[in-house]
């Protein structure tokens, strides 16, 4: 299992250069589908393509190396929708998975689609990036999202593990184009957007959703394979969280985000064990995800173990 409970504190001085190195953090499956675009010339989508595999999964982005083992398991997936020129708009999916100790299995801890992605590229460009300054939409939007990953990888390690790197993604959020109006993903005064996640993310208020990532990963779904039912409390405990921050501000972001991206497996986990702690995480599911309210029902329907 990875273990990234990994020296910090020097880390952010330390961003200002980024450099091809091995013991690189990302094992990213990275496609551009094209097949919106008419035309039957791909090559550009392509080298685009190969372009971006290469940026995410050479560069280094912290100072901390990682085994093989431990490279933190994504996918990007760069979906295409028109062309002019050298003008593009695309949607991104973005997905990460985070191993289960003592499992196969890898569980879902972000999975995204953004559909705001407006840039401009031309074939063979470079991919430059720096995190403090705006040098193109296509590398500070990608660059974000790995900050993102990198953060809710570690948060689900260690308590509030993802500081420095949430912290570098709220800096190329706020390095990027603040038109106001501009529907381009970083606008301040949105509410579904890139600088809404990592408002949320870095809002105090919302750090009850913080700590649901560290206990509903390390202290609840990597203990299940050897103690489910223990497993099982420490979850119910971490949704207790998503309730407090829903008390707060239903509307959050990030918190629509979580439940959308964990709902599925929260059903499996509690179709089993306890009816007691069966009952009370349904209790607590159809309140914040009401829309939701008949799935959780079906966590009820297996009355036994």
């Known amino acids: 299992m990875k273990r990234h409970f990994a020296t910090l504190i020097t880390f952010i001085c330390c961003l200002l250069s980024f450099h091809t190195l091995q013991a690189q953090e990302l094992q990213c499956d990275v496609r551009v589908s094209s097949a919106k675009i008419p035309g039957s010339d791909k090559t550009i989508y392509q080298n685009l393509q190969t372009s971006l595999?290469?940026?995410?999964?050479?560069?280094?982005f912290t100072e901390i190396n990682f085994r093989q083992a431990e490279k933190i398991e994504c996918s990007i997936l760069v979906d295409m929708l028109t062309r002019e020129n050298n003008n593009f708009t695309a949607e991104i999916n973005v997905a990460l998975r985070r191993p289960v100790y003592k499992t196969n299995y890898s569980t879902p801890l972000f999975n995204y689609i953004d559909r705001k992605f407006f840039f401009e590229y031309t074939d063979g460009q470079t991919l430059d990036f720096n995190p403090s300054t705006y040098i193109s939409n296509i590398t500070s939007t990608i660059g974000f999202y790995v900050y993102v990953m990198l953060g809710l990888d570690f948060d689900s390690f260690s308590p509030n593990g993802g500081?420095?790197?949430?912290?570098?993604?709220?800096?190329?959020?706020?390095?990027?184009p603040q038109d106001v109006g501009a529907d381009n993903g970083w606008s301040s005064s949105g509410r579904q957007n890139r600088h809404a996640i990592i408002s949320d993310i870095n809002n105090a208020t919302y750090q009850p959703l913080r700590q649901f990532l560290y206990d509903y990963h390390r202290t609840g779904l990597d203990v299940m394979a050897e103690h489910p039912d223990q497993g099982r409390e420490a979850i119910l405990g971490a949704i207790s969280n998503l309730r407090a921050v829903y008390d707060r501000n239903p509307m959050c972001y990030f918190l629509q985000l979580i439940i959308e991206s964990k709902r599925d497996e929260i059903i499996q986990v509690f179709s089993q064990g306890e009816?007691?702690?069966?009952?009370?995480a349904a209790n607590i599911l159809k309140a914040i995800d009401p829309s939701q309210s008949s799935r959780y029902d079906e966590m009820l329907q297996n009355k036994g173990f």
């Not at 009816?275 to 009370?280: F, G, L, N, P």
């Open 275 to 280: 009816m007691k702690i069966r009952t009370e």
């Open 163 to 176: 500081d420095p790197f949430f912290a570098i993604a709220e800096t190329i959020a706020n390095a990027a």
């Open 53 to 60: 595999f290469e940026f995410i999964n050479n560069t280094k």
